[in-house]
């Protein structure tokens, strides 16, 4: 173990490195260039790749084709270039291809506020690319898990061979903290299921109780069609009723069914809580103060309740909160998270609370102590 003081988005790359990961791809985008400026040092001292492309659309596509050569790969943008990126995103995913998106969100729409904060793009992050596709999405809310979560983002698409979204915020990408850095021996790497079998007996999507398939890497012998057509377990176009049924119900059932494995959220005072604030990304440090201020000063039981994995949302997790007198919720959007508590919590116009900002600037803990004392109005 060794100590940096490093930014957020250097700590993505100190953290994909541990993980195994030697192939990135991006084209420079404010605020997640510091990305790409580590990469394109580092990579090349351990024999890996960096790759600028002419865009993101052929940075996400290179990613695919080098995960399917069995390299773990990144790419890293923000808010014009993530758009770029979905229709690609959405091959890997009905594909099963494992690889890491890094978002370091910037105000929009357009061009918006390329050096300001947001988490605009959060409903984005889910359904940005079009059909029903499952998604992993996590977010850090400080420099040290920046590093930490990279890592599990990298362990959770080659256990599930799915795209993971890194979805970090200005605010994060270009803060500077002391971080940890553990090497491959001190944390726990998982790599991708590998074939047991021979060639002439592999199928890329083969059927039965195994929701994630082995996956081999093209040039070891193994040869399979990959297709963004619906498909059969050979991976050849199938527009069959039963074949296009089972492929979705699989694809959402390895997320659905695992997800005491992806689900990671983190609580603060929440022991004795009668009011939780609800937030994600760099938010949350704003939250965790605001909540011993009110305890200190105000008497208020509040907890904070940070969701570090956004999608799959916790909907059960947050059923527990129909129990709290109010739930309050900021973010730097007009509402997004709180949209998505609200098709949970019982009575919700009586007890949410959002806290909006969306000028670029960071949510403070005063305007989360101002709302929670006013409560609902």
Not at 60 to 87: C, D, N, R, W, Y
Not at 102 to 119: D, E, F, H, I, K
Not at 236 to 262: A, G, M, Q, Y
């Amino acid at each position: 173990m060794q100590e940096k003081f490093i930014l957020g988005n250097e700590a993505v790359v100190e953290g994909a490195l541990v993980a195994g990961c030697r192939f990135f791809s991006g084209y420079p985008i404010t605020p997640s260039s510091e990305i790409a400026e580590a990469f394109s040092r580092e990579l090349p001292k351990l024999g890996g790749v960096f790759l600028q492309m002419e865009d993101e659309i052929g940075a996400m596509g290179v990613i695919v084709g080098a995960a399917l050569t069995g390299h773990k790969t990144i790419t890293a943008t923000s808010g014009p270039g993530f758009s770029l990126k979905q229709e690609t995103l959405g091959f890997a995913s009905f594909t099963e291809i494992p690889c890491v998106v890094v978002n370091v969100q910037r105000g929009g729409p357009s061009t918006g506020l390329p050096t300001m904060a947001s988490q605009a793009d959060l409903m984005q992050s889910r359904w940005g690319t079009h059909g029903e596709h499952p998604i992993i999405v996590l977010s850090p809310s400080s420099v040290q898990e920046c590093f930490k979560y990279t890592i599990t983002a990298f362990n959770l698409a080659e256990e599930f061979r799915t795209p993971v979204i890194f979805l970090m915020d200005e605010i994060i990408g270009h803060l500077r903290e002391k971080v940890r850095i553990y090497d491959e021996t001190e944390v726990e790497i998982i790599n991708r299921e590998k074939p047991q079998v021979p060639p002439e007996e592999y199928t890329v999507y083969k059927d039965g109780d195994k929701l994630v398939p082995p996956l081999a890497s093209y040039g070891t012998g193994y040869r399979y069609h990959i297709t963004g057509l619906a498909h059969n377990r050979h991976g050849l176009p199938s527009f069959s009723s039963e074949t296009v049924i089972k492929l979705s119900e699989r694809l959402h059932d390895k997320i659905n069914k695992n997800l005491d494995k992806i689900s990671i959220y983190n609580e603060f005072f929440m022991e004795d809580a009668e009011i939780v604030i609800v937030a994600y990304g760099s938010t949350t440090r704003s939250a965790i103060s605001a909540a011993d201020i009110l305890r200190k000063k105000h008497g208020k039981k509040v907890g904070v309740f940070q969701l570090v994995t956004v999608w799959p949302f916790p909907y059960a997790k947050i059923d527990e909160f129909n129990s709290m007198k109010e739930i309050v919720v900021p973010e730097m959007s007009l509402g997004q998270l709180r949209g998505e508590l609200e098709k949970q919590i019982i009575n919700a116009k009586e007890k949410l609370i959002g806290v909006n900002r969306i000028d670029g600037y960071m949510i403070t803990p005063d305007e989360i102590i101002e709302k929670t004392l006013r409560g609902v109005k």
